[in-house]
Protein backbone atom coordinates (compact mmCIF):
# COMPACT_ATOMS: atom_id res chain seq x y z
CA UNK A 1 0.00 0.00 0.00
CA UNK A 2 2.87 2.54 1.13
CA UNK A 3 4.30 1.40 -2.45
CA UNK A 4 1.47 2.45 -4.21
CA UNK A 5 0.93 5.38 -2.50
CA UNK A 6 4.42 6.72 -3.27
CA UNK A 7 3.73 5.66 -6.76
CA UNK A 8 0.25 7.74 -6.70
CA UNK A 9 2.78 11.00 -5.48
CA UNK A 10 5.07 10.40 -8.26
CA UNK A 11 2.01 10.39 -10.23
CA UNK A 12 1.24 13.90 -9.32
CA UNK A 13 4.50 15.17 -8.97
CA UNK A 14 4.90 14.44 -12.67
CA UNK A 15 1.23 16.14 -13.50
CA UNK A 16 2.08 19.05 -12.04
CA UNK A 17 5.70 19.37 -13.49
CA UNK A 18 4.31 18.17 -16.88
CA UNK A 19 1.68 21.40 -16.38
CA UNK A 20 3.47 23.96 -15.34
CA UNK A 21 6.83 23.09 -17.33
CA UNK A 22 7.13 26.65 -19.50
CA UNK A 23 8.63 24.70 -22.95
CA UNK A 24 11.22 25.63 -25.45
CA UNK A 25 11.85 27.60 -28.25
CA UNK A 26 11.69 30.86 -29.31
CA UNK A 27 10.72 33.60 -26.73
CA UNK A 28 7.57 35.63 -27.01
CA UNK A 29 8.23 39.27 -25.76
CA UNK A 30 5.46 39.54 -23.72
CA UNK A 31 6.46 42.62 -21.92
CA UNK A 32 6.32 45.00 -24.36
CA UNK A 33 3.88 48.16 -24.58
CA UNK A 34 2.56 47.99 -27.95
CA UNK A 35 3.34 49.43 -31.83
CA UNK A 36 5.28 48.11 -34.47
CA UNK A 37 8.19 47.59 -32.04
CA UNK A 38 7.00 44.87 -30.12
CA UNK A 39 6.71 42.95 -33.08
CA UNK A 40 10.70 42.20 -33.84
CA UNK A 41 11.25 38.28 -33.90
CA UNK A 42 7.57 37.61 -34.30
CA UNK A 43 6.32 35.47 -37.72
CA UNK A 44 5.62 37.93 -40.30
CA UNK A 45 1.42 36.82 -40.68
CA UNK A 46 0.65 37.42 -44.30
CA UNK A 47 -3.37 38.01 -45.92
CA UNK A 48 -4.18 37.84 -49.15
CA UNK A 49 -5.04 41.21 -51.20
CA UNK A 50 -4.23 42.64 -54.74
CA UNK A 51 -1.78 44.34 -56.19
CA UNK A 52 -3.19 48.00 -57.45
CA UNK A 53 -2.88 46.08 -60.83
CA UNK A 54 -5.68 43.82 -59.96
CA UNK A 55 -3.27 40.49 -59.69
CA UNK A 56 -3.57 38.70 -56.44
CA UNK A 57 -0.45 39.24 -53.96
CA UNK A 58 0.45 38.94 -50.25
CA UNK A 59 3.52 38.95 -48.24
CA UNK A 60 3.87 35.52 -47.82
CA UNK A 61 4.68 35.31 -51.76
CA UNK A 62 7.97 37.16 -50.82
CA UNK A 63 9.23 34.64 -48.09
CA UNK A 64 12.88 34.33 -48.91
CA UNK A 65 13.63 37.47 -49.16
CA UNK A 66 14.31 40.39 -47.39
CA UNK A 67 11.54 42.67 -47.42
CA UNK A 68 10.87 46.55 -46.55
CA UNK A 69 7.02 46.77 -46.00
CA UNK A 70 5.31 50.21 -45.92
CA UNK A 71 2.17 50.75 -44.59
CA UNK A 72 0.63 54.08 -45.89
CA UNK A 73 -2.21 55.75 -47.23
CA UNK A 74 -2.53 58.75 -49.82
CA UNK A 75 -4.06 61.20 -47.49
CA UNK A 76 -1.38 60.42 -44.82
CA UNK A 77 0.98 63.59 -45.53
CA UNK A 78 4.56 62.08 -44.04
CA UNK A 79 3.83 58.66 -45.93
CA UNK A 80 3.77 60.74 -48.84
CA UNK A 81 6.92 62.59 -47.43
CA UNK A 82 8.41 59.31 -47.13
CA UNK A 83 8.04 57.76 -50.76
CA UNK A 84 10.89 58.88 -52.54
CA UNK A 85 13.25 57.90 -50.25
CA UNK A 86 11.54 54.51 -50.39
CA UNK A 87 11.82 54.39 -53.80
CA UNK A 88 15.22 55.03 -53.67
CA UNK A 89 15.75 52.64 -51.44
CA UNK A 90 14.28 50.17 -53.68
CA UNK A 91 16.09 51.13 -56.89
CA UNK A 92 19.26 50.60 -54.57
CA UNK A 93 18.42 47.30 -53.01
CA UNK A 94 16.51 45.62 -54.98
CA UNK A 95 19.41 44.05 -57.27
CA UNK A 96 20.50 42.79 -54.23
CA UNK A 97 17.35 40.58 -53.63
CA UNK A 98 15.93 43.62 -51.28
CA UNK A 99 11.88 44.05 -51.92
CA UNK A 100 10.39 47.26 -50.66
CA UNK A 101 6.48 46.51 -50.69
CA UNK A 102 4.06 49.51 -49.97
CA UNK A 103 0.96 48.16 -48.81
CA UNK A 104 -1.80 50.96 -49.09
CA UNK A 105 -4.62 50.97 -46.02
CA UNK A 106 -8.01 50.87 -46.40
CA UNK A 107 -8.31 53.14 -49.89
CA UNK A 108 -9.37 52.46 -53.49
CA UNK A 109 -7.15 50.59 -56.02
CA UNK A 110 -8.04 53.38 -57.93
CA UNK A 111 -6.95 56.17 -55.73
CA UNK A 112 -3.22 54.66 -54.90
CA UNK A 113 -2.91 53.57 -58.50
CA UNK A 114 -2.90 57.02 -59.27
CA UNK A 115 -0.98 58.77 -57.12
CA UNK A 116 1.64 56.14 -57.32
CA UNK A 117 1.81 56.49 -61.50
CA UNK A 118 1.81 60.46 -60.59
CA UNK A 119 4.85 60.02 -57.99
CA UNK A 120 6.92 57.69 -60.32
CA UNK A 121 6.66 54.81 -57.51
CA UNK A 122 7.72 51.53 -59.53
CA UNK A 123 7.64 49.06 -55.94
CA UNK A 124 4.62 47.25 -55.98
CA UNK A 125 2.05 48.83 -54.27
CA UNK A 126 -0.98 46.27 -52.02
CA UNK A 127 -4.22 47.06 -51.57
CA UNK A 128 -5.69 46.10 -47.68
CA UNK A 129 -8.84 47.71 -48.26
CA UNK A 130 -9.82 45.68 -45.08
CA UNK A 131 -6.35 47.17 -43.17
CA UNK A 132 -5.90 44.16 -42.08
CA UNK A 133 -1.97 44.48 -42.39
CA UNK A 134 -2.40 47.68 -39.68
CA UNK A 135 -3.86 45.90 -37.12
CA UNK A 136 -1.57 42.52 -37.46
CA UNK A 137 1.87 44.92 -37.01
CA UNK A 138 0.07 46.73 -34.32
CA UNK A 139 0.16 50.44 -36.55
CA UNK A 140 -0.08 53.08 -34.25
CA UNK A 141 -0.01 56.03 -37.29
CA UNK A 142 1.50 55.69 -40.57
CA UNK A 143 3.66 55.05 -42.07
CA UNK A 144 4.54 52.52 -40.40
CA UNK A 145 7.70 50.15 -41.69
CA UNK A 146 8.57 46.44 -40.89
CA UNK A 147 11.41 44.63 -42.16
CA UNK A 148 11.28 41.20 -42.40
CA UNK A 149 14.25 38.91 -42.74
CA UNK A 150 14.24 36.17 -44.97
CA UNK A 151 13.39 33.53 -42.91
CA UNK A 152 10.22 34.98 -42.36
CA UNK A 153 10.07 36.94 -39.30
CA UNK A 154 10.21 40.40 -38.38
CA UNK A 155 13.29 42.01 -37.45
CA UNK A 156 12.03 45.60 -37.05
CA UNK A 157 9.15 47.76 -36.97
CA UNK A 158 9.22 51.36 -36.82
CA UNK A 159 6.36 53.91 -36.19
CA UNK A 160 7.00 57.19 -38.12
CA UNK A 161 8.39 58.56 -41.23
CA UNK A 162 12.27 57.80 -41.98
CA UNK A 163 14.88 58.88 -44.04
CA UNK A 164 16.51 57.08 -46.79
CA UNK A 165 19.60 56.88 -44.28
CA UNK A 166 17.39 55.37 -41.03
CA UNK A 167 15.67 52.92 -43.75
CA UNK A 168 19.71 51.62 -44.73
CA UNK A 169 20.28 51.33 -41.14
CA UNK A 170 17.07 49.58 -40.46
CA UNK A 171 17.72 47.22 -43.13
CA UNK A 172 21.13 46.11 -42.57
CA UNK A 173 20.37 43.86 -39.67
CA UNK A 174 18.08 41.49 -42.08
CA UNK A 175 20.93 41.48 -44.81
CA UNK A 176 23.59 40.86 -42.40
CA UNK A 177 21.82 37.60 -41.53
CA UNK A 178 22.40 35.27 -43.99
CA UNK B 1 -11.96 9.49 11.51
CA UNK B 2 -14.00 6.66 10.55
CA UNK B 3 -14.01 5.51 6.86
CA UNK B 4 -17.68 6.75 5.92
CA UNK B 5 -16.80 10.19 6.87
CA UNK B 6 -13.64 10.18 5.16
CA UNK B 7 -15.10 9.01 1.66
CA UNK B 8 -17.99 10.95 2.36
CA UNK B 9 -15.16 14.23 2.63
CA UNK B 10 -13.76 12.58 -0.74
CA UNK B 11 -16.97 12.88 -2.05
CA UNK B 12 -16.83 16.54 -1.16
CA UNK B 13 -14.18 17.63 -2.49
CA UNK B 14 -14.28 15.94 -5.59
CA UNK B 15 -17.56 17.30 -6.11
CA UNK B 16 -16.21 21.06 -5.33
CA UNK B 17 -13.32 20.56 -7.82
CA UNK B 18 -15.46 19.37 -10.36
CA UNK B 19 -17.85 22.23 -10.12
CA UNK B 20 -15.29 24.81 -10.52
CA UNK B 21 -14.37 23.13 -13.78
CA UNK B 22 -17.32 23.14 -14.85
CA UNK B 23 -18.47 26.22 -14.35
CA UNK B 24 -14.59 28.45 -14.01
CA UNK B 25 -16.23 31.55 -13.53
CA UNK B 26 -18.25 31.11 -10.95
CA UNK B 27 -17.03 33.74 -7.74
CA UNK B 28 -16.95 31.27 -5.43
CA UNK B 29 -14.11 29.16 -6.70
CA UNK B 30 -11.96 32.55 -6.37
CA UNK B 31 -12.50 32.73 -3.18
CA UNK B 32 -10.29 32.31 0.29
CA UNK B 33 -12.94 30.32 1.78
CA UNK B 34 -13.13 27.84 -1.33
CA UNK B 35 -9.19 27.19 -1.21
CA UNK B 36 -9.61 26.66 2.98
CA UNK B 37 -12.62 24.31 2.75
CA UNK B 38 -10.19 22.08 0.31
CA UNK B 39 -7.60 22.12 2.63
CA UNK B 40 -9.05 21.23 5.80
CA UNK B 41 -10.67 18.48 3.59
CA UNK B 42 -6.89 17.34 2.03
CA UNK B 43 -6.23 17.47 6.04
CA UNK B 44 -8.94 15.09 6.96
CA UNK B 45 -8.16 12.55 4.18
CA UNK B 46 -4.72 12.77 5.19
CA UNK B 47 -4.95 12.23 8.64
CA UNK B 48 -7.68 9.18 7.78
CA UNK B 49 -5.34 7.46 5.62
CA UNK B 50 -2.38 7.87 7.78
CA UNK B 51 -4.39 5.92 10.42
CA UNK B 52 -5.80 3.42 7.78
CA UNK B 53 -2.36 2.47 6.97
CA UNK B 54 -1.45 1.63 10.22
CA UNK B 55 -3.81 -0.52 10.12
CA UNK B 56 -6.35 1.09 12.51
CA UNK B 57 -9.51 0.38 9.84
CA UNK B 58 -8.92 -3.07 8.85
CA UNK B 59 -8.13 -4.77 5.40
CA UNK B 60 -11.12 -2.69 3.94
CA UNK B 61 -9.63 0.47 5.37
CA UNK B 62 -6.05 -0.44 3.73
CA UNK B 63 -7.63 -0.71 0.30
CA UNK B 64 -10.09 2.33 0.93
CA UNK B 65 -6.67 4.47 0.92
CA UNK B 66 -6.18 4.17 -2.79
CA UNK B 67 -9.60 6.12 -3.47
CA UNK B 68 -8.50 8.62 -0.92
CA UNK B 69 -5.70 9.23 -2.57
CA UNK B 70 -7.69 9.58 -5.50
CA UNK B 71 -9.55 12.14 -4.01
CA UNK B 72 -6.37 13.90 -2.40
CA UNK B 73 -5.18 14.51 -5.81
CA UNK B 74 -8.62 16.02 -7.03
CA UNK B 75 -9.00 18.45 -4.05
CA UNK B 76 -4.94 19.29 -4.20
CA UNK B 77 -5.39 20.14 -7.85
CA UNK B 78 -7.84 22.57 -6.68
CA UNK B 79 -6.00 23.68 -4.07
CA UNK B 80 -3.20 24.63 -6.41
CA UNK B 81 -5.78 26.16 -9.28
CA UNK B 82 -6.70 28.29 -6.44
CA UNK B 83 -3.23 29.21 -5.31
CA UNK B 84 -1.14 29.43 -8.77
CA UNK B 85 -3.85 30.26 -11.60
CA UNK B 86 -4.18 33.54 -12.77
CA UNK B 87 -6.99 36.13 -11.50
CA UNK B 88 -10.01 35.96 -13.99
CA UNK B 89 -9.59 38.39 -16.56
CA UNK B 90 -11.56 39.61 -19.77
CA UNK B 91 -8.98 40.41 -23.12
CA UNK B 92 -10.51 42.61 -25.62
CA UNK B 93 -8.67 43.42 -28.45
CA UNK B 94 -8.92 44.37 -32.10
CA UNK B 95 -8.85 41.10 -34.71
CA UNK B 96 -5.32 41.14 -36.06
CA UNK B 97 -3.84 42.02 -32.98
CA UNK B 98 -1.95 39.82 -30.30
CA UNK B 99 -2.43 40.54 -26.02
CA UNK B 100 0.46 39.25 -24.09
CA UNK B 101 -1.01 36.71 -21.56
CA UNK B 102 1.62 36.77 -18.69
CA UNK B 103 0.17 34.68 -16.05
CA UNK B 104 0.49 31.65 -19.07
CA UNK B 105 3.25 32.97 -20.28
CA UNK B 106 1.16 33.29 -23.75
CA UNK B 107 0.47 35.13 -26.43
CA UNK B 108 -3.64 35.57 -27.53
CA UNK B 109 -3.30 36.43 -31.34
CA UNK B 110 -6.81 37.73 -32.24
CA UNK B 111 -7.75 36.43 -35.61
CA UNK B 112 -8.41 38.99 -38.55
CA UNK B 113 -12.27 39.62 -39.01
CA UNK B 114 -13.84 40.66 -42.17
CA UNK B 115 -17.48 42.11 -42.60
CA UNK B 116 -19.08 38.36 -42.75
CA UNK B 117 -16.91 36.85 -39.52
CA UNK B 118 -18.06 39.60 -37.59
CA UNK B 119 -21.76 38.98 -38.60
CA UNK B 120 -21.30 35.12 -38.23
CA UNK B 121 -19.53 36.33 -34.88
CA UNK B 122 -17.20 33.05 -35.19
CA UNK B 123 -13.80 33.94 -34.98
CA UNK B 124 -11.22 31.91 -32.83
CA UNK B 125 -8.58 33.54 -31.02
CA UNK B 126 -5.53 31.44 -30.97
CA UNK B 127 -3.65 30.99 -28.30
CA UNK B 128 0.92 30.75 -28.65
CA UNK B 129 3.53 29.39 -26.23
CA UNK B 130 6.95 29.09 -26.92
CA UNK B 131 7.71 24.94 -27.28
CA UNK B 132 4.25 24.42 -27.39
CA UNK B 133 1.08 23.63 -30.31
CA UNK B 134 -1.03 26.25 -31.25
CA UNK B 135 -4.44 26.23 -28.83
CA UNK B 136 -7.41 27.51 -31.27
CA UNK B 137 -10.72 28.51 -29.25
CA UNK B 138 -13.83 28.53 -30.69
CA UNK B 139 -16.81 30.16 -29.45
CA UNK B 140 -18.37 27.71 -28.13
CA UNK B 141 -15.52 25.51 -26.65
CA UNK B 142 -13.08 25.52 -23.73
CA UNK B 143 -10.15 24.78 -23.42
CA UNK B 144 -7.33 24.24 -20.62
CA UNK B 145 -3.89 25.40 -20.40
CA UNK B 146 -1.92 24.72 -16.89
CA UNK B 147 -4.34 25.81 -13.90
CA UNK B 148 -6.33 27.94 -16.35
CA UNK B 149 -9.67 27.53 -18.58
CA UNK B 150 -9.67 29.65 -21.88
CA UNK B 151 -13.05 30.50 -23.10
CA UNK B 152 -14.87 33.30 -25.06
CA UNK B 153 -17.24 35.68 -24.57
CA UNK B 154 -18.94 37.31 -27.49
CA UNK B 155 -19.14 41.06 -27.21
CA UNK B 156 -20.78 43.49 -29.44
CA UNK B 157 -18.52 45.02 -32.86
CA UNK B 158 -19.36 46.39 -36.12
CA UNK B 159 -17.41 46.42 -39.41
CA UNK B 160 -17.82 49.70 -40.59
CA UNK B 161 -16.62 50.62 -44.13
CA UNK B 162 -16.89 53.96 -45.42
CA UNK B 163 -16.52 55.48 -49.22
CA UNK B 164 -16.38 58.37 -50.58
CA UNK B 165 -19.30 59.95 -52.96
CA UNK B 166 -17.55 58.62 -55.99
CA UNK B 167 -17.35 55.25 -54.20
CA UNK B 168 -13.29 55.00 -53.22
CA UNK B 169 -13.36 53.35 -50.28
CA UNK B 170 -11.65 55.42 -47.33
CA UNK B 171 -9.28 54.23 -44.83
CA UNK B 172 -11.09 54.04 -40.99
CA UNK B 173 -8.81 54.97 -37.88
CA UNK B 174 -9.53 54.53 -34.67
CA UNK B 175 -7.20 56.95 -33.15
CA UNK B 176 -8.08 56.53 -29.14
CA UNK B 177 -7.85 52.82 -29.94
CA UNK B 178 -4.48 50.58 -29.65
CA UNK B 179 -5.18 49.10 -32.66
CA UNK B 180 -5.39 52.66 -34.63
CA UNK B 181 -5.83 50.93 -38.27
CA UNK B 182 -9.06 48.88 -37.52
CA UNK B 183 -12.45 49.30 -38.94
CA UNK B 184 -13.83 46.72 -36.70
CA UNK B 185 -15.97 48.56 -33.83
CA UNK B 186 -15.62 46.84 -30.28
CA UNK B 187 -18.01 49.82 -28.48
CA UNK B 188 -15.90 49.72 -25.12
CA UNK B 189 -17.85 52.89 -24.04
CA UNK B 190 -21.62 53.89 -23.03
CA UNK B 191 -23.77 56.80 -24.04
CA UNK B 192 -26.68 57.38 -22.71
CA UNK B 193 -29.97 58.03 -24.64
CA UNK B 194 -33.51 58.40 -23.80
CA UNK B 195 -32.29 56.56 -20.20
CA UNK B 196 -30.44 53.41 -21.47
CA UNK B 197 -26.79 53.03 -21.53
CA UNK B 198 -25.47 52.21 -24.99
CA UNK B 199 -22.43 50.01 -26.33
CA UNK B 200 -20.52 53.40 -27.98
CA UNK B 201 -17.56 54.01 -30.46
CA UNK B 202 -15.81 56.39 -32.15
CA UNK B 203 -13.68 56.31 -35.59
CA UNK B 204 -11.68 59.02 -37.53
CA UNK B 205 -11.92 58.96 -41.52
CA UNK B 206 -9.08 61.12 -41.73
CA UNK B 207 -8.76 61.82 -45.94
CA UNK B 208 -12.05 63.74 -45.45
CA UNK B 209 -10.77 64.99 -41.85
CA UNK B 210 -14.39 63.42 -40.45
CA UNK B 211 -14.93 61.70 -37.04
CA UNK B 212 -17.56 59.77 -36.36
CA UNK B 213 -19.45 58.32 -33.42
CA UNK B 214 -20.98 55.37 -33.33
CA UNK B 215 -23.71 54.06 -30.86
CA UNK B 216 -24.85 50.55 -30.87
CA UNK B 217 -28.57 51.00 -30.95
CA UNK B 218 -30.20 47.15 -29.32
CA UNK B 219 -33.36 45.51 -31.43
CA UNK B 220 -35.88 47.16 -28.84
CA UNK B 221 -35.42 50.41 -29.89
CA UNK B 222 -35.42 50.43 -33.73
CA UNK B 223 -39.11 49.55 -33.76
CA UNK B 224 -39.94 53.02 -33.15
CA UNK B 225 -37.01 54.50 -35.28
CA UNK B 226 -37.29 55.68 -38.96
CA UNK B 227 -35.85 52.11 -40.39
CA UNK B 228 -37.17 49.75 -43.42
CA UNK B 229 -40.01 47.41 -42.23
CA UNK B 230 -37.39 44.52 -42.71
CA UNK B 231 -35.03 46.15 -40.21
CA UNK B 232 -37.25 47.02 -37.42
CA UNK B 233 -36.49 45.14 -34.43
CA UNK B 234 -32.89 44.35 -35.69
CA UNK B 235 -29.88 46.43 -34.43
CA UNK B 236 -28.62 49.07 -35.84
CA UNK B 237 -25.74 52.04 -35.34
CA UNK B 238 -26.17 55.33 -34.97
CA UNK B 239 -23.59 57.59 -36.50
CA UNK B 240 -23.24 60.84 -35.98
CA UNK B 241 -20.19 62.83 -37.96
CA UNK B 242 -18.57 65.69 -36.65
CA UNK B 243 -15.33 67.61 -38.67
CA UNK B 244 -12.47 67.57 -37.06
CA UNK B 245 -12.83 71.18 -35.42
CA UNK B 246 -16.00 69.64 -33.62
CA UNK B 247 -18.58 70.90 -35.77
CA UNK B 248 -21.58 68.29 -36.48
CA UNK B 249 -22.49 67.33 -40.21
CA UNK B 250 -25.35 65.36 -39.24
CA UNK B 251 -27.11 62.28 -37.78
CA UNK B 252 -28.21 58.99 -39.68
CA UNK B 253 -29.29 55.54 -38.40
CA UNK B 254 -28.04 52.75 -40.28
CA UNK B 255 -30.00 49.42 -40.19
CA UNK B 256 -27.53 46.13 -39.96
CA UNK B 257 -25.63 45.83 -43.55
CA UNK B 258 -27.18 49.05 -45.23
CA UNK B 259 -25.67 52.16 -46.61
CA UNK B 260 -26.30 55.26 -45.16
CA UNK B 261 -25.42 58.83 -46.90
CA UNK B 262 -24.10 61.71 -44.53
CA UNK B 263 -21.81 64.29 -45.03
CA UNK B 264 -20.41 63.62 -48.25
CA UNK B 265 -19.53 59.68 -47.06
CA UNK B 266 -21.37 56.38 -47.73
CA UNK B 267 -21.09 54.49 -44.38
CA UNK B 268 -22.40 50.88 -44.09
CA UNK B 269 -22.23 49.07 -40.53
CA UNK B 270 -22.04 45.22 -40.28
CA UNK B 271 -23.27 44.12 -37.05
CA UNK B 272 -22.14 40.80 -35.24
CA UNK B 273 -19.90 40.45 -32.36
CA UNK B 274 -16.18 39.62 -32.03
CA UNK B 275 -14.93 37.24 -29.15
CA UNK B 276 -13.67 38.59 -25.65
CA UNK B 277 -11.03 36.20 -24.13
CA UNK B 278 -12.07 35.07 -20.72
CA UNK B 279 -8.83 33.42 -18.84
CA UNK B 280 -9.73 31.71 -15.52
CA UNK B 281 -7.97 29.55 -13.25
CA UNK B 282 -9.90 26.29 -13.44
CA UNK B 283 -7.97 22.50 -11.99
CA UNK B 284 -5.65 20.68 -14.38
CA UNK B 285 -7.66 18.29 -16.29
CA UNK B 286 -5.27 15.48 -16.78
CA UNK B 287 -4.35 15.68 -13.11
CA UNK B 288 -8.27 15.95 -12.48
CA UNK B 289 -9.13 12.83 -14.34
CA UNK B 290 -6.43 10.71 -12.91
CA UNK B 291 -7.82 11.46 -9.35
CA UNK B 292 -10.67 10.71 -9.87
CA UNK B 293 -10.09 7.39 -11.62
CA UNK B 294 -7.82 6.83 -9.15
CA UNK B 295 -10.54 7.39 -6.69
CA UNK B 296 -13.11 4.58 -8.43
CA UNK B 297 -10.25 2.48 -8.47
CA UNK B 298 -10.14 2.52 -4.89
CA UNK B 299 -13.86 2.14 -4.41
CA UNK B 300 -14.11 -0.79 -6.69
CA UNK B 301 -10.84 -2.27 -4.95
CA UNK B 302 -12.68 -1.93 -1.26
CA UNK B 303 -15.90 -3.23 -2.85
CA UNK B 304 -14.22 -6.52 -4.03
CA UNK B 305 -12.54 -6.82 -0.68
CA UNK B 306 -16.18 -6.32 1.03
CA UNK B 307 -17.97 -8.43 -1.23
CA UNK B 308 -14.59 -11.23 -0.80
CA UNK B 309 -14.54 -10.67 2.75
CA UNK B 310 -18.23 -11.45 3.83
CA UNK B 311 -19.99 -13.96 6.30
CA UNK B 312 -18.98 -17.25 4.26
CA UNK B 313 -23.26 -18.14 5.51
CA UNK B 314 -23.54 -16.40 2.15
CA UNK B 315 -22.36 -18.77 0.20
CA UNK B 316 -22.54 -21.99 2.81
CA UNK B 317 -24.46 -24.60 0.48
CA UNK B 318 -26.94 -26.89 2.08
CA UNK B 319 -26.60 -29.64 4.57
CA UNK B 320 -28.94 -32.11 1.97
CA UNK B 321 -26.17 -30.87 -0.66
CA UNK B 322 -29.42 -31.05 -2.94
Known sequence: MRTFLAAAAAIVAVLVVIAFYPGGGPKLNLNATGGPRMLAGAPAQSFPVKRIDGAADGLDRYRGQVVVMNLWATWCPPCREEMPALQKLYEEYHPRGVIVLGVDQGEASRVAAKYAREHGVTYPILIDEDQQYGRAYAAVGLPTTIVIGRDGHIVKGIDGQLTLAQMREALAPALRAQ | ?322
Request: charged share 15%; aromatic share 6%; glycine share 8%.
Open chain 2, 1 to 322: MNRVTALAVSVVCIGLVVAQDVAPLADFFHTWQYATALALGALVLIAYANAALKGQDGMLGKRCTLAIAGALVVTLTGIVSGLLGPDTQRVTHAPGTVAPIPDLHAAAFFTAADAQSIAAGNAPIVIRRPGHRDVEVGPNERRFLQSSVLLLQPTHAAFVEVRDASGDRLTVTQPTNASFLSPVLLFPNEQEIAGKKLPFDTFAVPALQRVVKTVYLPGEMTTSLRVPPSYAGKPALLFAVDDDRGSSHGIAIAPDGLDVTIAGMRLRGTIGSYPTLVVASAPEPIALAAGVALFLAGITWMLIGFVAGRPAALTVKSPSGS
